[in-house]
Structure formats: C-alpha cells, structure tokens
C-alpha cells in the first residue's frame, strides 16, 4: 500500500473545468441513486476530435479507419456518437453484433479470440472482416467460405493474446499461396498502456512484416494500446500523442515505400473511453480507525470494477459533501471498502488520502472509469450492477442502465429443479405439439 501515491484533484480542474458538474452530480444521486456509473457524451465527442485533428495535421483523413472495442465499455447509448464520426466497432461475440445491430449499428470488425468453425461460418456469414488467429482456423476459411476476406492477427510482440506466432509467417503465406489468394489486412496488438515513443517503435516492426510476407495486403491494423495515464490530472497530458505517433507513421510509411492505397486501421479503447466516465459511491459512515489502518465503508464493491484490482490501477479520486462541494479538510490515509464481507473486498487498491471528517451522506467520485470498468461487473459477491446514466451534448441527463435488481444474481435460478431426463421428454412433447 502506498498513501502518498493517492491523488485529489483540485475543484478547479474537474468539478468546475471538467465535464463533471456539482449540479449534475445532485441531480443523479437524487434521482437515481448510487453506485452509478456518470458518462459525458461531451467527453467522447473532445477525445475523438483530438484524434481527427492529429489524423488531418498528418494528411492521413483518407488513408486510417478507427474501430473502438466494444468489450470496453459495452453500452449502445454511450458509444452512438462514434457513428456520425465514421468510427466503427470491434466485435468478439454474436450477441454484441445481434444487440448493436437492434441499436442501428452497422460498421464492424471482428476481432475475437480463437474462433470455432461454427463461429468463423457465422462471421463469414455477416461479410463483415474477422481477425483470425491460428493457421487452422484460417484454413477452415480458405476451404469453406472461398468469398471471404482474409484477415489475421498477430502475436510476434508476444503480447499473450491469441494470434499467429512470428515462426509461422512463413507457413501462412505458403497456405495462402495454395489457395491463390492474398491477405487483405493484418493485425498486431502489442498490449495495453504503450507510450508514443513504444507504439512508434512498433511501427517499424509492422512494416518489415509487410514488407517481407505481404507486400499485396490492403490494410494494416495496428490495433489498440495507446497509452492513457490514470494518474495524470491534466487532461492533455493523460492523453496519447497522437499527433506525434501519425507523423512519425506517416514518416516511416514513405521510408519502407508502403503503397499509398494501403489504409491503416487502430482501434483505441482507453485513450479514447478512459475519461468519459466516473463511478458515483455513498460513503456509508465515519471513518473506521484501527491503529495504522483507517477504513471508509463505500456502497461500492470490487467486484463494480474488477479491473482495477488486477491491474493495480491508481484513479484519482474525488471526496464529495452532501451537496456535492469537494471536501477541503485534513487527509489520511485509508483504504476503501466495499459492501462484501471478503478481505480483499475493496473498491480500488492500495490507500487513498481521504478527508477524516468524511462521514454518512458524502460522497466519493472515481474518476477515469469509461473504460475496462462497468462492463467488467462479476457477480461472485452477489452484489448487483450499478446503473448508468449519460450526460449528452446539451447537457441533458439521461437515464440509460437500471440499478441490477438485488436478486440479479439468481435470475436464471429455477424456482424448482428439473429432472434432466423429464425436460428432454418435455421438450420433445413441446415440439410435437407447435408441429
Ligand atoms: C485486439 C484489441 N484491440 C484493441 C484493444 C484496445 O486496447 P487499448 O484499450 O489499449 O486501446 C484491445 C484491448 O484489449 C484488444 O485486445
């Protein structure tokens, strides 16, 4: 645990400059309650315009695409404004594509983890790009769906994501020759968090791939890992450089002699969802003080954003009073429970410098959640999601996920339980019947 690495951002440059409002915030906890996840389409809006503006300083507005994840922040309503932009979604599962499909959605890549037949059949189906990742499944393609693109991922920086190992460069290309066909695009993620100066070096290592396997590829995709600082409280400085990263590609395009009608794909997650989003917690009472160890019971749990506990993510945080003022008083140390009787059972690791006098009817505001957060919600502590709320471009407060009803956790519990051999007599009976 280290106290001092905790961070208080001032009033000044969230709850007044930010996106974050005071009066916002009381309207939410009234209405809706906590924990409750905040979103700023405003935010989202600024973070892709950051990016289109470093995308036309490097001339590259007709050469790059942008897929967004969708596994990182799973929400529709939040992700909508992605479309007018031209930003499409990167899709693992059936269900996201059915769901986002139902939303309007239309522009997809799909890019999974190693996909059954059945799952590259359906994929094939929907003509949209997959991203495969072994050898065999890219020959299942090549032998039954002789139409579909072909499009791989890469794992030669050994980021220990499924995806075609360096040593079999060869080997694809050969089994592409024998079916007389091209690879049309190629994926390389080099893990989360890069700095500009990493996610550049890459590059050059794309383009030997290029150069040396698949000279007649449409596309390169250089996926995600564009660096995000959690701990950063300037909002420019949190960011990735973006302008300095696509000059320098644009730079290392002409050297390697990419031809020009070669597009280049990335699919940012954290850089661009990371600060649209911050997590609304009730403080439950006073300050728990045992000696060397203070506690603050939150409504919150570990299991609201899993993600922090295993990356061992500082956010900053936000110490709130009852009408939503950030609290000014003298700080401790503490740690931060949640509502679960487990002893890791806190919302975010390591200490926070937090307000003694906090007490019953304040608030903590996590900042930085927009990303990895909400849609990694677990239930082994059978404590119910959070709901959602968006914040549009006008400054409108939109309700968009429900509070998780406190019986989620058994929802698909069987009030009685069935007899297996019985349910298959009674489903055959079923079938017989709307026959
Ligand atoms: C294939 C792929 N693309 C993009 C991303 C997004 O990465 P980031 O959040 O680092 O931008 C991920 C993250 O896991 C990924 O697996």
């Not at 969230?14 to 389409?41: C, D, H, M």
């Not at 979604?89 to 037949?117: A, M, N």
């Not at 893990?191 to 890459?202: A, E, L, P, Q, R």
């Not at 320098?248 to 649209?276: Q, S, T, W």
Request: charged share 25%; glycine share 6%; net charge negative.
């Amino acid at each position: 645990m280290n106290p001092t690495a905790a961070t208080v951002p001032t009033i000044d440059n969230q709850l007044v400059n930010g996106w974050i409002s005071k009066s916002n915030l009381a309207l939410i906890a009234q209405r809706t309650g906590t924990p409750v996840f905040v979103y700023s389409e405003a935010q989202l809006v600024k973070n892709v315009q950051r990016i289109k503006d470093a995308v036309q300083a490097a001339g590259l507005e007709n050469r790059v695409e942008f897929y967004v994840p969708f596994f990182p922040n799973s929400n529709p309503h939040i992700l909508k404004p992605l479309e007018q932009f031209g930003i499409g979604l990167l899709l693992q599962l059936p269900s996201e594509y059915e769901l986002l499909r139902r939303h309007g959605f239309s522009k997809f890549i799909v890019s999974t983890g190693h996909l059954s037949d059945d799952d590259i059949s359906f994929w094939a189906e929907t003509g949209y790009p997959m991203f495969l990742s072994s050898l065999d499944e890219i020959e299942y393609l090549l032998r039954n769906h002789s139409q579909a693109s072909i499009n791989v991922r890469f794992d030669s920086l050994s980021s220990g994501k499924p995806g075609i190992k360096y040593n079999e460069l060869k080997m694809l290309s050969d089994l592409l020759k024998k079916y007389d066909r091209e690879l049309d695009c190629f994926e390389l993620y080099c893990g989360s968090g890069n700095t500009v100066d990493n996610m550049i070096s890459i590059i050059e290592q794309v383009f030997m791939i290029f150069r040396t396997y698949f000279p007649n590829a449409k596309a390169i995709n250089f996926a995600g890992g564009f660096g995000f600082d959690y701990q950063e409280k300037n909002e420019y400085k949190k960011h990735f450089e973006w302008s300095k990263y696509l000059a320098k590609l644009c730079e290392n395009a002409e050297r390697y002699n990419i031809p020009p009608h070669v597009k280049f794909l990335f699919e940012p997650a954290r850089d661009l969802l990371g600060d649209i989003g911050a997590l609304l917690l009730s403080i439950e009472r006073s300050m728990i003080k045992h000696p060397g160890a203070n506690r603050v019971l939150t409504n919150g749990s570990r299991v609201l954003i899993p993600s922090a506990q295993y990356k061992e993510r500082r956010h900053n945080v936000i110490f709130l009073d009852s009408t939503m003022t950030e609290i000014k008083a003298q700080n401790v140390p503490a740690a931060l429970r949640g509502r679960g009787i487990l002893r890791h059972d806190y919302v975010l690791p390591g200490d926070y410098m937090v307000p003694e006098c906090i007490g019953a009817g304040d608030y903590m505001l996590i900042l930085d959640v927009g990303a990895y957060c909400a849609t990694q919600h677990m239930e082994f502590l059978n404590i119910p999601p959070a709901a959602e709320v968006l914040i549009d471009r006008e400054g409108s407060v939109y309700l968009i996920t429900e509070h998780g009803g406190k019986f989620d956790k058994w929802r698909h519990l069987l009030p009685n339980r069935k007899e297996l051999s019985n349910l298959v007599e009674e489903e055959s009976a079923v079938q017989e019947v709307s026959k």
